[in-house]
T-cell receptor
């Protein structure tokens, strides 16, 4: 399987705990994006990387959220001191640096977080 | 700011044609994408329009009118498997990246 993979697919945690999600993009893709999606809404942009550099973070991303892509391959998204409002699907996507098809992102199936 | 508006739900019968509209407000415009997402699944790319007119890909077509800030996705010969959410999206920040801003989505229910 050469698509975007995310782990874990589901995570249930108690409020106040820390959680970490991992994303493995398509291997030749330089750009990696994190999105958050709540029920009945479209994906909301959180942050993106070009290789290992984090080039942009949304104002939606509070200080409790941190993302890394240390070697320019896989990425992690950590949420500290989780709150019930963090319950959502966290989607990772990747795209090549040279645009194959504009407007095209390759998404993983997401990591669903439930904060009790 | 940027916003994209879509109808929340559309219902159609198998074999029919359905049109899902999207109107957008953006500070700069570079193109309009469409994505399909089945329940519990990953959003998957359907099409991208940078210029006015109709782009056809099999049973799916996408239309753009930049002067009207409007586009639509046309699905023909509907099949049950087309039941899904459909999102329009625009690239933000010069279109140099694929940082996309998504609409709220249209839930399409195809009935037998």
């Amino acid at each position: 399987d050469t698509g975007v993979s995310q782990d874990p697919r589901h995570k249930i945690t108690k409020r106040g705990q820390n959680v970490t999600f991992r994303c493995d993009p398509i291997s030749e893709h330089n750009r990696l994006y994190w999105y958050r999606q709540t029920l009945g809404q479209g994906p909301e942009f959180l942050t993106y990387f070009q290789n290992e550099a984090q080039l942009e973070k949304s104002r939606l991303l509070s200080d409790r959220f941190s993302a890394e892509r240390p070697k320019g391959s896989f990425s992690t998204l950590e949420i500290q001191r989780t709150e019930q409002g963090d319950s959502a699907m966290y989607l990772c996507a990747s795209s090549p640096l040279r645009e194959g098809r504009k407007g095209e992102l390759f998404f993983g199936e997401g990591s669903r977080l439930t904060v009790l | 700011g940027q916003s994209l508006e879509q109808p929340s739900e559309v219902t159609a019968v198998e074999g029919a044609i359905v049109q899902i509209n999207c109107t957008y407000q953006t500070s700069g415009f570079y193109g309009l994408s469409w994505y399909q997402q089945h329940d519990g699944g990953a959003p998957t790319f359907l099409s991208y329009n940078a210029l006015d007119g109709l782009e056809e890909t099999g049973r799916f077509s996408s239309f753009l009118s930049r002067s009207d800030s409007y586009g639509y996705l046309l699905l023909q010969e509907l099949q049950m498997k087309d039941s899904a959410s459909y999102f329009c999206a625009v690239p933000q920040g010069g279109g140099a990246t694929n940082k996309l801003i998504f609409g709220t989505g249209t839930l399409l229910a195809v009935q037998p």
